[in-house]
Protein backbone atom coordinates (compact mmCIF):
# COMPACT_ATOMS: atom_id res chain seq x y z
CA UNK A 1 0.00 0.00 0.00
CA UNK A 2 1.22 3.46 -0.48
CA UNK A 3 2.77 5.45 2.47
CA UNK A 4 1.07 7.80 4.66
CA UNK A 5 4.50 9.75 3.87
CA UNK A 6 3.82 9.80 0.52
CA UNK A 7 3.84 13.30 -0.98
CA UNK A 8 0.55 15.41 -1.01
CA UNK A 9 -0.02 15.49 -4.83
CA UNK A 10 -3.06 15.80 -6.67
CA UNK A 11 -5.32 12.98 -8.23
CA UNK A 12 -4.33 13.60 -11.93
CA UNK A 13 -0.74 13.42 -10.60
CA UNK A 14 -1.22 9.99 -9.38
CA UNK A 15 -2.94 8.81 -12.18
CA UNK A 16 -0.47 10.00 -14.43
CA UNK A 17 2.66 9.32 -12.19
CA UNK A 18 1.46 5.51 -11.80
CA UNK A 19 0.60 5.11 -14.84
CA UNK A 20 4.86 5.55 -16.08
CA UNK A 21 5.12 2.36 -13.74
CA UNK A 22 3.02 0.44 -15.79
CA UNK A 23 4.91 1.35 -19.06
CA UNK A 24 7.88 0.83 -17.77
CA UNK A 25 6.63 -2.86 -16.09
CA UNK A 26 5.05 -3.87 -20.00
CA UNK A 27 8.53 -3.08 -21.69
CA UNK A 28 10.49 -4.40 -19.08
CA UNK A 29 8.54 -7.79 -19.29
CA UNK A 30 8.30 -7.77 -23.10
CA UNK A 31 12.11 -6.35 -23.06
CA UNK A 32 13.79 -8.47 -20.04
CA UNK A 33 17.26 -6.55 -20.98
CA UNK A 34 16.28 -3.11 -21.32
CA UNK A 35 17.48 -0.14 -19.09
CA UNK A 36 15.23 1.94 -17.28
CA UNK A 37 15.81 5.47 -16.42
CA UNK A 38 13.11 8.19 -15.41
CA UNK A 39 9.33 8.56 -16.07
CA UNK A 40 7.53 11.81 -14.86
CA UNK A 41 4.36 12.62 -15.23
CA UNK A 42 3.62 15.56 -17.54
CA UNK A 43 1.05 17.84 -18.43
CA UNK A 44 -1.16 15.48 -20.49
CA UNK A 45 0.10 11.98 -19.40
CA UNK A 46 3.58 10.88 -18.58
CA UNK A 47 6.82 9.86 -20.30
CA UNK A 48 9.70 7.23 -19.30
CA UNK A 49 13.14 6.72 -21.10
CA UNK A 50 14.25 3.80 -22.12
CA UNK A 51 17.70 2.23 -23.36
CA UNK A 52 16.31 -0.32 -25.39
CA UNK A 53 18.56 -2.97 -26.44
CA UNK A 54 17.18 -3.49 -30.06
CA UNK A 55 15.03 -0.72 -31.22
CA UNK A 56 11.50 -0.49 -31.50
CA UNK A 57 8.56 0.94 -33.65
CA UNK A 58 5.28 2.87 -33.30
CA UNK A 59 4.29 -0.97 -34.67
CA UNK A 60 4.75 -2.02 -31.33
CA UNK A 61 2.83 0.29 -29.40
CA UNK A 62 -0.24 -2.25 -29.59
CA UNK A 63 1.24 -4.90 -27.82
CA UNK A 64 2.80 -2.98 -25.05
CA UNK A 65 -0.78 -0.89 -24.61
CA UNK A 66 -1.89 -4.82 -24.36
CA UNK A 67 0.36 -5.70 -21.75
CA UNK A 68 -0.47 -2.23 -19.79
CA UNK A 69 -4.10 -3.06 -19.83
CA UNK A 70 -3.30 -6.76 -18.62
CA UNK A 71 -1.29 -5.03 -15.50
CA UNK A 72 -3.81 -2.56 -14.69
CA UNK A 73 -6.18 -5.14 -14.61
CA UNK A 74 -4.94 -7.44 -12.20
CA UNK A 75 -5.25 -4.99 -9.87
CA UNK A 76 -1.51 -4.57 -8.04
CA UNK A 77 -0.90 -2.41 -5.26
CA UNK A 78 2.36 0.02 -4.35
CA UNK A 79 4.61 -1.05 -1.41
CA UNK A 80 7.07 2.02 0.06
CA UNK A 81 10.06 0.92 0.65
CA UNK A 82 13.41 3.07 2.48
CA UNK A 83 16.93 1.77 1.51
CA UNK A 84 20.31 3.22 2.41
CA UNK A 85 22.10 4.69 -0.72
CA UNK A 86 24.29 2.03 -0.29
CA UNK A 87 21.79 -0.51 -0.34
CA UNK A 88 19.82 0.99 -3.01
CA UNK A 89 23.03 1.06 -5.35
CA UNK A 90 23.55 -2.71 -4.12
CA UNK A 91 20.29 -3.40 -5.73
CA UNK A 92 19.99 -2.02 -9.04
CA UNK A 93 23.78 -3.58 -9.60
CA UNK A 94 22.27 -6.74 -9.01
CA UNK A 95 19.82 -5.85 -11.76
CA UNK A 96 22.24 -4.52 -14.33
CA UNK A 97 20.25 -1.18 -14.05
CA UNK A 98 23.48 1.47 -14.76
CA UNK A 99 21.14 4.44 -14.90
CA UNK A 100 19.18 3.92 -11.16
CA UNK A 101 22.74 3.36 -9.98
CA UNK A 102 23.78 6.70 -11.25
CA UNK A 103 21.21 8.80 -10.00
CA UNK A 104 21.54 7.13 -6.31
CA UNK A 105 25.62 7.46 -6.78
CA UNK A 106 24.55 11.51 -7.12
CA UNK A 107 22.22 11.56 -4.58
CA UNK A 108 24.63 10.16 -1.91
CA UNK A 109 27.20 13.12 -3.28
CA UNK A 110 24.96 15.37 -2.38
CA UNK A 111 24.65 14.08 1.00
CA UNK A 112 21.29 12.04 0.96
CA UNK A 113 21.63 8.56 3.05
CA UNK A 114 18.36 7.07 2.16
CA UNK A 115 16.17 6.82 -0.49
CA UNK A 116 12.64 5.06 -1.48
CA UNK A 117 11.56 2.37 -4.06
CA UNK A 118 7.96 1.80 -4.85
CA UNK A 119 7.36 -1.82 -5.55
CA UNK A 120 4.33 -3.11 -7.25
CA UNK A 121 2.67 -6.42 -5.46
CA UNK A 122 0.08 -8.93 -7.03
CA UNK A 123 -2.56 -10.24 -5.28
CA UNK A 124 -0.08 -12.58 -3.51
CA UNK A 125 2.17 -10.12 -2.68
CA UNK A 126 4.57 -10.80 -5.07
CA UNK A 127 6.81 -8.38 -6.08
CA UNK A 128 6.31 -7.69 -9.92
CA UNK A 129 8.24 -4.26 -10.67
CA UNK A 130 10.35 -1.70 -8.46
CA UNK A 131 11.44 1.76 -8.85
CA UNK A 132 13.40 4.35 -7.64
CA UNK A 133 10.50 7.15 -6.80
CA UNK A 134 9.79 9.54 -4.28
CA UNK A 135 5.61 8.53 -4.32
CA UNK A 136 2.40 10.29 -5.59
CA UNK A 137 0.64 7.43 -6.83
CA UNK A 138 -2.63 5.49 -6.76
CA UNK A 139 -2.91 2.84 -3.96
CA UNK A 140 -4.28 0.02 -6.54
CA UNK A 141 -3.91 0.00 -10.28
CA UNK A 142 -6.92 -0.76 -11.14
CA UNK A 143 -7.93 2.58 -10.08
CA UNK A 144 -5.85 3.82 -13.73
CA UNK A 145 -8.21 4.10 -16.69
CA UNK A 146 -7.94 1.34 -18.42
CA UNK A 147 -9.28 2.94 -21.15
CA UNK A 148 -8.68 6.17 -20.58
CA UNK A 149 -4.83 6.20 -22.04
CA UNK A 150 -2.97 5.54 -25.00
CA UNK A 151 0.92 5.57 -26.16
CA UNK A 152 0.95 8.90 -28.49
CA UNK A 153 4.95 8.47 -30.11
CA UNK A 154 8.51 8.11 -29.23
CA UNK A 155 11.14 9.90 -29.19
CA UNK A 156 14.86 10.03 -29.07
CA UNK A 157 16.89 12.01 -25.87
CA UNK A 158 19.76 11.56 -24.28
CA UNK A 159 20.57 10.92 -20.51
CA UNK A 160 20.41 13.84 -18.62
CA UNK A 161 19.72 16.09 -22.08
CA UNK A 162 23.81 15.56 -22.53
CA UNK A 163 24.56 15.01 -26.22
CA UNK A 164 27.81 12.95 -25.04
CA UNK A 165 25.96 10.55 -23.33
CA UNK A 166 23.90 7.34 -24.13
CA UNK A 167 21.31 8.04 -26.75
CA UNK A 168 17.46 6.46 -24.77
CA UNK A 169 14.14 6.16 -26.42
CA UNK A 170 11.55 8.19 -24.93
CA UNK A 171 7.66 6.84 -24.78
CA UNK A 172 5.04 9.31 -24.34
CA UNK A 173 1.57 8.21 -22.94
CA UNK A 174 -1.78 10.24 -23.00
CA UNK A 175 -3.43 9.55 -19.43
CA UNK A 176 -6.70 10.60 -18.82
CA UNK A 177 -9.40 9.55 -16.15
CA UNK A 178 -12.23 8.40 -19.11
CA UNK A 179 -12.02 7.33 -22.01
CA UNK A 180 -14.24 10.29 -23.25
CA UNK A 181 -11.57 12.72 -21.75
CA UNK A 182 -9.25 10.60 -23.66
CA UNK A 183 -11.16 11.01 -26.82
CA UNK A 184 -11.93 14.75 -26.64
CA UNK A 185 -7.58 15.24 -25.85
CA UNK A 186 -7.29 13.16 -29.11
CA UNK A 187 -9.81 15.25 -31.31
CA UNK A 188 -8.14 18.05 -30.12
CA UNK A 189 -4.44 17.06 -31.04
CA UNK A 190 -5.78 15.89 -34.31
CA UNK A 191 -7.16 19.93 -34.79
CA UNK A 192 -3.85 21.24 -33.31
CA UNK A 193 -2.04 19.35 -36.65
CA UNK A 194 -4.55 21.07 -38.69
CA UNK A 195 -4.00 24.69 -37.30
CA UNK A 196 -0.08 23.68 -36.55
CA UNK A 197 1.16 27.02 -36.96
CA UNK A 198 4.40 25.54 -39.14
CA UNK A 199 2.22 23.73 -41.53
CA UNK A 200 -0.41 26.69 -41.86
CA UNK A 201 2.69 28.93 -42.37
CA UNK A 202 3.93 27.52 -45.20
CA UNK A 203 0.27 26.62 -46.97
CA UNK A 204 -0.40 30.47 -46.22
CA UNK A 205 3.09 32.11 -47.44
CA UNK A 206 3.48 33.37 -43.77
CA UNK A 207 7.33 32.91 -43.08
CA UNK A 208 10.07 30.45 -44.21
CA UNK A 209 13.45 29.27 -42.78
CA UNK A 210 16.62 28.61 -44.90
CA UNK A 211 19.55 26.39 -44.14
CA UNK A 212 21.52 29.24 -45.63
CA UNK A 213 20.29 31.70 -42.97
CA UNK A 214 20.48 29.00 -40.10
CA UNK A 215 18.07 27.24 -37.46
CA UNK A 216 15.84 29.52 -35.68
CA UNK A 217 16.38 32.35 -37.80
CA UNK A 218 12.72 33.35 -39.02
CA UNK A 219 12.38 35.18 -42.56
CA UNK A 220 8.80 36.77 -42.94
CA UNK A 221 7.88 37.44 -46.09
CA UNK A 222 5.48 39.75 -47.58
CA UNK A 223 2.43 38.27 -45.83
CA UNK A 224 3.79 37.48 -42.51
CA UNK A 225 5.19 41.21 -42.43
CA UNK A 226 1.76 42.11 -42.61
CA UNK A 227 0.83 40.48 -39.30
CA UNK A 228 4.01 41.59 -37.47
CA UNK A 229 3.28 45.35 -38.65
CA UNK A 230 -0.47 45.17 -37.69
CA UNK A 231 0.57 43.49 -34.18
CA UNK A 232 3.39 46.09 -34.25
CA UNK A 233 0.77 49.02 -35.23
CA UNK A 234 -1.96 47.86 -31.88
CA UNK A 235 1.02 48.23 -29.44
CA UNK A 236 2.01 51.60 -30.94
CA UNK A 237 -0.89 52.88 -30.40
CA UNK A 238 -1.96 51.16 -27.26
CA UNK A 239 1.47 52.70 -25.68
CA UNK A 240 1.11 55.74 -27.04
CA UNK A 241 -2.68 56.23 -25.35
CA UNK A 242 -0.64 55.30 -22.02
CA UNK A 243 2.11 57.75 -22.80
CA UNK A 244 5.25 55.76 -23.67
CA UNK A 245 8.09 57.12 -25.39
CA UNK A 246 9.77 54.90 -28.39
CA UNK A 247 13.70 54.63 -29.04
CA UNK A 248 15.46 52.10 -31.02
CA UNK A 249 19.01 50.58 -29.57
CA UNK A 250 21.54 48.59 -31.93
CA UNK A 251 21.57 44.99 -32.04
CA UNK A 252 24.65 44.44 -30.43
CA UNK A 253 27.08 46.29 -27.46
CA UNK A 254 30.04 45.56 -25.78
CA UNK A 255 30.45 42.53 -23.01
CA UNK A 256 30.93 44.67 -20.52
CA UNK A 257 27.28 46.09 -20.44
CA UNK A 258 26.14 42.56 -19.81
CA UNK A 259 28.40 42.21 -17.19
CA UNK A 260 27.48 45.34 -15.71
CA UNK A 261 24.10 44.27 -15.84
CA UNK A 262 24.14 40.54 -14.64
CA UNK A 263 23.21 38.93 -17.93
CA UNK A 264 26.72 37.29 -18.74
CA UNK A 265 26.54 35.96 -15.52
CA UNK A 266 23.15 34.63 -15.36
CA UNK A 267 22.37 33.80 -19.20
CA UNK A 268 25.66 33.96 -21.03
CA UNK A 269 25.35 30.19 -21.99
CA UNK A 270 21.83 31.80 -23.97
CA UNK A 271 23.81 34.14 -25.76
CA UNK A 272 25.17 33.74 -28.71
CA UNK A 273 29.12 33.51 -28.77
CA UNK A 274 31.55 36.66 -28.33
CA UNK A 275 32.55 39.10 -31.37
CA UNK A 276 35.58 40.75 -32.02
CA UNK A 277 35.73 43.85 -34.12
CA UNK A 278 38.79 45.63 -35.61
CA UNK A 279 41.03 44.39 -33.67
CA UNK A 280 39.49 45.70 -30.67
CA UNK A 281 40.35 43.73 -27.25
CA UNK A 282 36.58 44.63 -26.50
CA UNK A 283 34.00 41.75 -26.64
CA UNK A 284 30.69 42.45 -28.21
CA UNK A 285 27.88 40.36 -27.82
CA UNK A 286 24.54 40.11 -30.05
CA UNK A 287 21.92 41.11 -27.70
CA UNK A 288 19.82 39.16 -25.36
CA UNK A 289 17.50 41.62 -24.09
CA UNK A 290 16.87 44.80 -24.69
CA UNK A 291 17.06 45.94 -21.18
CA UNK A 292 20.56 47.10 -21.04
CA UNK A 293 20.40 49.21 -23.94
CA UNK A 294 17.14 51.49 -22.37
CA UNK A 295 18.72 51.63 -19.13
CA UNK A 296 22.01 53.38 -20.81
CA UNK A 297 19.19 55.54 -22.75
CA UNK A 298 18.14 56.65 -18.83
CA UNK A 299 21.71 57.29 -18.07
CA UNK A 300 22.76 59.73 -20.99
CA UNK A 301 20.85 62.75 -19.12
CA UNK A 302 20.28 63.57 -15.72
CA UNK A 303 16.59 62.77 -14.44
CA UNK A 304 14.20 64.36 -12.09
CA UNK A 305 11.31 63.04 -10.14
CA UNK A 306 9.27 65.40 -12.39
CA UNK A 307 10.49 62.69 -15.49
CA UNK A 308 8.70 59.63 -13.93
CA UNK A 309 7.38 57.38 -14.61
CA UNK A 310 9.08 57.37 -17.42
CA UNK A 311 8.13 54.20 -20.07
CA UNK A 312 10.51 53.75 -23.46
CA UNK A 313 9.15 51.17 -25.48
CA UNK A 314 10.69 49.35 -28.44
CA UNK A 315 10.15 46.40 -30.62
CA UNK A 316 13.91 45.32 -30.28
CA UNK A 317 15.29 42.60 -32.16
CA UNK A 318 17.42 40.32 -29.72
CA UNK A 319 19.00 36.68 -30.35
CA UNK A 320 19.25 34.11 -28.01
CA UNK A 321 21.27 30.60 -28.72
CA UNK A 322 18.80 28.07 -28.03
CA UNK A 323 19.86 24.78 -28.45
CA UNK A 324 18.86 23.15 -31.64
CA UNK A 325 16.78 20.70 -30.24
CA UNK A 326 14.57 22.93 -28.35
CA UNK A 327 14.22 25.26 -31.43
CA UNK A 328 10.61 24.79 -32.76
CA UNK A 329 8.79 26.42 -35.71
CA UNK A 330 7.78 30.53 -34.36
CA UNK A 331 7.11 29.30 -30.88
CA UNK A 332 11.49 28.69 -29.88
CA UNK A 333 13.71 30.77 -32.24
CA UNK A 334 17.11 32.39 -32.04
CA UNK A 335 16.19 35.74 -33.95
CA UNK A 336 12.44 37.66 -32.07
CA UNK A 337 11.42 40.56 -32.26
CA UNK A 338 10.05 42.17 -28.50
CA UNK A 339 7.25 44.11 -27.71
CA UNK A 340 9.29 45.33 -25.15
CA UNK A 341 9.24 48.77 -22.55
CA UNK A 342 10.89 49.85 -19.45
CA UNK A 343 9.07 51.47 -17.22
CA UNK A 344 11.05 53.84 -14.59
CA UNK A 345 9.22 54.67 -11.26
CA UNK A 346 9.23 55.26 -7.72
CA UNK A 347 7.75 53.51 -5.25
CA UNK A 348 5.04 55.21 -4.90
CA UNK A 349 3.84 55.31 -8.58
CA UNK A 350 4.84 51.57 -8.61
CA UNK A 351 1.19 49.99 -7.87
CA UNK A 352 -0.23 52.33 -10.22
CA UNK A 353 1.70 51.47 -13.48
CA UNK A 354 1.75 47.77 -12.50
CA UNK A 355 -1.60 47.67 -12.92
CA UNK A 356 -1.72 50.00 -16.07
CA UNK A 357 0.48 46.76 -17.33
CA UNK A 358 -2.14 44.92 -16.39
CA UNK A 359 -4.74 46.45 -18.15
CA UNK A 360 -3.28 46.63 -21.19
CA UNK A 361 -2.81 42.63 -21.23
CA UNK A 362 -6.86 42.36 -21.05
CA UNK A 363 -7.25 44.63 -23.78
CA UNK A 364 -5.20 43.12 -25.96
CA UNK A 365 -6.76 39.37 -25.06
CA UNK A 366 -9.79 41.13 -25.92
CA UNK A 367 -8.62 42.19 -29.49
CA UNK A 368 -7.67 38.77 -30.13
CA UNK A 369 -10.27 37.21 -28.62
CA UNK A 370 -8.53 34.94 -25.80
CA UNK A 371 -10.82 34.30 -23.61
CA UNK A 372 -8.73 31.78 -21.43
CA UNK A 373 -5.55 32.90 -19.34
CA UNK A 374 -4.41 32.79 -16.38
CA UNK A 375 -1.48 34.86 -14.69
CA UNK A 376 1.59 33.15 -12.65
CA UNK A 377 3.10 35.18 -9.76
CA UNK A 378 6.40 33.81 -10.47
CA UNK A 379 8.23 34.47 -6.73
CA UNK A 380 12.07 33.82 -5.50
CA UNK A 381 13.60 30.23 -3.74
CA UNK A 382 14.96 31.60 -0.25
CA UNK A 383 17.49 28.88 -0.83
CA UNK A 384 18.83 30.17 -3.69
CA UNK A 385 19.56 33.27 -2.80
CA UNK A 386 23.28 34.38 -4.10
CA UNK A 387 22.68 31.21 -6.77
CA UNK A 388 20.17 31.92 -8.94
CA UNK A 389 18.98 35.16 -7.16
CA UNK A 390 20.30 38.45 -6.06
CA UNK A 391 20.89 37.66 -2.34
CA UNK A 392 18.80 40.69 -0.93
CA UNK A 393 16.11 38.88 1.22
CA UNK A 394 14.43 41.45 2.44
CA UNK A 395 13.86 43.36 -1.18
CA UNK A 396 12.55 39.84 -2.66
CA UNK A 397 10.12 39.93 0.37
CA UNK A 398 9.08 43.84 -0.28
CA UNK A 399 8.67 43.55 -4.13
CA UNK A 400 6.75 40.26 -4.15
CA UNK A 401 4.37 41.99 -1.58
CA UNK A 402 4.21 45.16 -3.76
CA UNK A 403 3.27 42.87 -6.80
CA UNK A 404 0.98 40.47 -4.58
CA UNK A 405 -1.27 43.61 -3.61
CA UNK A 406 -1.15 45.10 -6.84
CA UNK A 407 -2.18 41.88 -8.85
CA UNK A 408 -5.32 41.37 -5.95
CA UNK A 409 -6.45 45.29 -7.43
CA UNK A 410 -6.19 44.44 -10.88
CA UNK A 411 -8.87 41.74 -10.20
CA UNK A 412 -6.83 39.29 -12.38
CA UNK A 413 -6.97 35.43 -11.79
CA UNK A 414 -3.23 34.48 -10.99
CA UNK A 415 -1.38 31.89 -8.79
CA UNK A 416 1.98 31.84 -6.97
CA UNK A 417 4.74 29.75 -9.03
CA UNK A 418 8.05 29.06 -6.20
CA UNK A 419 11.51 29.62 -7.59
CA UNK A 420 10.60 31.08 -11.08
CA UNK A 421 11.06 34.80 -11.11
CA UNK A 422 14.18 36.74 -13.10
CA UNK A 423 17.49 37.12 -11.20
CA UNK A 424 16.56 40.36 -10.31
CA UNK A 425 13.06 40.21 -9.05
CA UNK A 426 9.32 38.23 -9.10
CA UNK A 427 7.71 38.75 -12.72
CA UNK A 428 3.98 38.01 -13.53
CA UNK A 429 4.08 35.33 -16.53
CA UNK A 430 0.73 35.09 -18.93
CA UNK A 431 -0.25 31.79 -19.98
CA UNK A 432 -3.56 31.72 -22.72
CA UNK A 433 -5.02 29.02 -24.44
CA UNK A 434 -6.03 28.98 -27.93
CA UNK A 435 -9.45 28.54 -29.43
CA UNK A 436 -8.70 24.30 -29.15
CA UNK A 437 -7.31 24.45 -25.52
CA UNK A 438 -3.92 24.61 -26.05
CA UNK A 439 -1.70 26.44 -23.60
CA UNK A 440 1.15 28.65 -24.45
CA UNK A 441 3.06 31.66 -22.06
CA UNK A 442 3.22 34.69 -24.08
CA UNK A 443 3.82 37.80 -22.04
CA UNK A 444 5.89 38.67 -19.04
CA UNK A 445 5.71 41.82 -16.50
CA UNK A 446 8.51 41.76 -14.71
CA UNK A 447 9.90 43.89 -11.03
CA UNK A 448 13.57 44.72 -11.50
CA UNK A 449 15.21 45.64 -7.74
CA UNK A 450 18.76 45.20 -7.99
CA UNK A 451 19.90 46.38 -11.84
CA UNK A 452 18.91 50.22 -11.58
CA UNK A 453 21.44 50.74 -8.82
CA UNK A 454 23.78 48.28 -10.01
CA UNK A 455 24.36 50.11 -13.48
CA UNK A 456 24.22 53.66 -11.66
CA UNK A 457 20.58 54.49 -12.78
CA UNK A 458 19.29 57.23 -10.29
CA UNK A 459 16.87 60.63 -10.25
CA UNK A 460 16.76 63.69 -8.34
CA UNK A 461 13.86 63.19 -6.03
CA UNK A 462 12.05 66.22 -4.58
CA UNK A 463 14.10 66.87 -1.47
CA UNK A 464 16.88 66.66 -3.62
CA UNK A 465 18.59 63.65 -2.96
CA UNK A 466 19.82 61.27 -5.61
CA UNK A 467 17.61 57.83 -5.41
CA UNK A 468 17.29 54.53 -7.53
CA UNK A 469 13.99 54.31 -9.37
CA UNK A 470 12.46 50.97 -9.63
CA UNK A 471 11.91 49.07 -12.86
CA UNK A 472 9.00 47.46 -14.09
CA UNK A 473 9.84 45.24 -17.49
CA UNK A 474 7.30 44.07 -19.53
CA UNK A 475 6.31 42.31 -22.94
CA UNK A 476 2.18 42.17 -22.84
CA UNK A 477 2.38 41.08 -27.09
CA UNK A 478 5.57 38.74 -26.18
CA UNK A 479 7.52 38.84 -29.38
CA UNK A 480 6.96 38.60 -32.73
CA UNK A 481 7.45 35.43 -33.49
CA UNK A 482 5.83 33.57 -30.51
CA UNK A 483 2.49 36.00 -30.17
CA UNK A 484 1.67 35.33 -34.89
CA UNK A 485 2.46 31.45 -34.09
CA UNK A 486 -0.06 31.54 -31.35
CA UNK A 487 -2.73 33.57 -33.25
CA UNK A 488 -2.15 31.22 -36.57
CA UNK A 489 -3.35 28.05 -34.55
CA UNK A 490 -5.76 30.48 -32.43
CA UNK A 491 -7.75 31.32 -35.64
CA UNK A 492 -6.47 28.72 -37.76
CA UNK A 493 -4.80 30.82 -40.05
CA UNK A 494 -8.57 32.84 -41.04
CA UNK A 495 -7.48 36.03 -39.02
CA UNK A 496 -9.90 39.08 -38.27
CA UNK A 497 -10.55 41.48 -41.68
CA UNK A 498 -7.89 43.84 -39.92
CA UNK A 499 -5.15 41.44 -39.42
CA UNK A 500 -5.39 39.31 -42.63
CA UNK A 501 -2.53 39.80 -44.63
CA UNK A 502 -5.20 40.22 -47.79
CA UNK A 503 -8.54 41.21 -46.62
CA UNK A 504 -10.54 41.10 -50.01
CA UNK A 505 -9.99 39.24 -53.50
CA UNK A 506 -11.97 40.17 -56.33
CA UNK A 507 -13.22 37.99 -59.19
CA UNK A 508 -14.26 39.03 -62.38
CA UNK A 509 -16.56 36.51 -63.79
CA UNK A 510 -15.62 37.61 -67.45
CA UNK A 511 -13.32 39.61 -69.37
CA UNK A 512 -15.99 42.19 -69.54
CA UNK A 513 -15.71 43.00 -65.83
CA UNK A 514 -11.69 43.21 -65.15
CA UNK A 515 -12.67 47.03 -65.93
CA UNK A 516 -15.20 47.76 -63.25
CA UNK A 517 -12.67 45.07 -60.49
CA UNK A 518 -10.32 47.41 -61.03
CA UNK A 519 -12.49 50.36 -60.09
CA UNK A 520 -13.29 48.49 -57.14
CA UNK A 521 -9.67 47.63 -56.44
CA UNK A 522 -8.54 51.06 -56.50
CA UNK A 523 -11.73 52.22 -54.16
CA UNK A 524 -10.76 49.76 -51.98
CA UNK A 525 -7.04 50.90 -51.75
CA UNK A 526 -7.82 54.31 -51.41
CA UNK A 527 -9.35 53.24 -48.02
CA UNK A 528 -5.58 51.20 -47.23
CA UNK A 529 -7.34 48.11 -47.58
CA UNK A 530 -5.44 44.90 -48.57
CA UNK A 531 -6.83 43.78 -51.93
CA UNK A 532 -6.06 41.12 -54.74
CA UNK A 533 -7.82 40.87 -58.17
CA UNK A 534 -7.70 37.17 -59.06
CA UNK A 535 -8.56 37.47 -62.64
CA UNK A 536 -10.68 35.78 -65.25
CA UNK A 537 -8.86 33.25 -66.96
CA UNK A 538 -9.67 30.75 -64.37
CA UNK A 539 -13.10 29.52 -63.97
CA UNK A 540 -14.85 31.44 -61.08
CA UNK A 541 -15.25 28.24 -59.09
CA UNK A 542 -11.64 27.53 -59.18
CA UNK A 543 -10.24 30.92 -58.01
CA UNK A 544 -13.20 30.49 -55.27
CA UNK A 545 -11.72 27.48 -53.94
CA UNK A 546 -8.15 29.34 -54.10
CA UNK A 547 -9.72 32.89 -51.98
CA UNK A 548 -10.98 29.94 -49.33
CA UNK A 549 -7.64 27.88 -49.48
CA UNK A 550 -5.14 31.03 -48.64
CA UNK A 551 -8.22 31.95 -46.06
CA UNK A 552 -8.98 35.44 -47.65
CA UNK A 553 -11.96 37.02 -45.02
CA UNK A 554 -13.93 38.59 -48.28
CA UNK A 555 -14.40 37.25 -51.77
CA UNK A 556 -15.95 40.11 -54.21
CA UNK A 557 -17.82 38.62 -56.93
CA UNK A 558 -18.64 40.89 -59.76
CA UNK A 559 -20.67 40.36 -62.84
CA UNK A 560 -23.34 41.95 -64.64
CA UNK A 561 -25.60 42.65 -62.31
CA UNK A 562 -23.19 43.79 -59.70
CA UNK A 563 -21.09 46.12 -62.47
CA UNK A 564 -24.82 48.18 -63.52
CA UNK A 565 -25.88 48.25 -59.49
CA UNK A 566 -22.39 49.41 -58.83
CA UNK A 567 -22.56 46.82 -55.77
CA UNK A 568 -20.88 43.67 -55.02
CA UNK A 569 -21.89 40.12 -54.33
CA UNK A 570 -19.73 38.96 -50.99
CA UNK A 571 -19.35 36.00 -50.04
CA UNK A 572 -17.67 35.29 -46.22
CA UNK A 573 -15.67 32.59 -45.84
CA UNK A 574 -15.88 32.12 -42.03
CA UNK A 575 -20.08 31.79 -42.73
CA UNK A 576 -20.20 31.03 -46.00
CA UNK A 577 -22.83 33.34 -46.15
CA UNK A 578 -23.22 35.38 -49.89
CA UNK A 579 -24.71 38.26 -50.06
CA UNK A 580 -25.11 41.59 -52.29
CA UNK A 581 -24.62 44.96 -51.38
CA UNK A 582 -23.64 48.40 -52.48
CA UNK A 583 -20.18 48.80 -53.05
CA UNK A 584 -20.28 52.28 -51.08
CA UNK A 585 -22.18 49.82 -47.86
CA UNK A 586 -19.31 47.39 -48.67
CA UNK A 587 -16.83 50.05 -48.25
CA UNK A 588 -18.33 51.92 -44.82
CA UNK A 589 -18.66 48.43 -42.98
CA UNK A 590 -15.36 47.17 -43.77
CA UNK A 591 -13.56 50.17 -43.08
CA UNK A 592 -15.36 50.23 -39.81
CA UNK A 593 -14.95 46.70 -38.81
CA UNK A 594 -10.57 47.44 -39.28
CA UNK A 595 -10.80 50.38 -37.53
CA UNK A 596 -12.22 48.49 -34.43
CA UNK A 597 -10.74 45.43 -35.01
CA UNK A 598 -13.24 43.78 -34.67
CA UNK A 599 -13.20 39.87 -34.30
CA UNK A 600 -16.13 38.95 -36.80
CA UNK A 601 -17.03 40.84 -40.09
CA UNK A 602 -20.14 42.41 -40.36
CA UNK A 603 -20.99 41.50 -43.98
CA UNK A 604 -22.13 37.74 -44.76
Known amino acids: MASSSEPKVDEMYKLRHSMAHVLAQSVLKLWPDTQIT ?6 TGCYYDFKFSTPITDEDFKKIEKEMRGIINKGQTFEVDTLSTDDSIAFWKERNQKFKVELIEDLAKGGETEVTHYKNLDAEGSEMFVDLCKGGHVENLKELPADG ?22 LYVAVFPTKDELKAHLQMLEEAKKRDHRKLGKE ?22 VLTDEVEKLARESEEKDEYMRVRTPHIAKGKLYEQTGHLSHYKESMFPAMKLDGEEEEYYLKPMNCPHHHEIFKSQKRSYRDLPMRLAEYGHCYRYEDSGALFGLMRVRSLTMNDAHIYCTEDQFEEEFIKVANMYQRYFEVFGIEKYVMRLSLHDPDQLGKKYVDAPELWIKTEEMVRNAMHKTGCEFVEVKNEAAFYGPKIDVEVWSAIGRSFTLATNQVDFDVPGKVGLSYVADDGSE ?7 RAPLGTHERMIGFLIEHFAGLFPLWLAPVQINIMPVADVHEEYAAEVAAKLKEKKMRVEILGSSESLGKRVREGEKKKVPYLLVLGDKEKESQGVTVRNIKTKEQVEVSLAEFIEKTVEDIISRNLEASIG
Do not use: N
Request: with cysteine.
Open 149 to 170: FKIMSLAGAYWRGDETRDQLTR
Open 38 to 43: IGPPID
Open 204 to 225: LDLFAFSEMVGPGLPLWTPRGT
Open 467 to 473: KVPLCIH
